[in-house]
Nanobody
Framework: QVQLVESGGGLVQAGGSLRLSCAAS????????MGWFRQAPGKEREFVAA????????YYADSVKGRFTISRDNAKNTVYLQMNSLKPEDTAVYYC???????????WGQGTQVTVSS
């Protein structure tokens, strides 16, 4: 199996930036795609972004298009989420994911908190 460990969360003011990282270990040769979901207090978990592992396809939720960028470093088995122009509504626990289907991933990280103050 693949194990996922996120890092990079924190507190930032509105308009600021953060970069999340997710390092994969284990059976990394089996990775098809990796991505990010988030869950805000009292809300359902939602898809944020995803990237294929061997191609160049990226996918974004409408709410983050133009502000967030997902990228990967295959040599480091790491995926990144660069978040710019952050808004208070981006406050959530962000989860790294891995799996064949980007909308229903097979594996989840432990999550990292992102808090955007107004």
């Amino acid at each position: 199996q693949v194990q996922l460990v996120e890092s990079g969360g924190g507190l930032v003011q509105a308009g600021g930036s953060l970069r999340l990282s997710c390092a994969a270990s284990g059976r990394t040769f089996s990775i098809s795609a990796m991505g990010w979901f988030r869950q805000a207090p009292g809300k359902e978990r939602e898809f944020v972004a995803a990237i294929t592992w061997r191609g160049t396809n990226t996918y974004y939720a409408d709410s983050v298009k133009g502000r967030f960028t997902i990228s990967r470093d295959n040599a480091k088995n790491t995926v990144y989420l660069q978040m710019n122009s952050l808004k208070p509504e981006d406050t959530a626990v962000y989860y790294c994911t891995e799996g064949l289907n980007i909308r229903t991933p097979d594996r989840w990280g432990q999550g990292t908190q992102v808090t955007v103050s107004s």
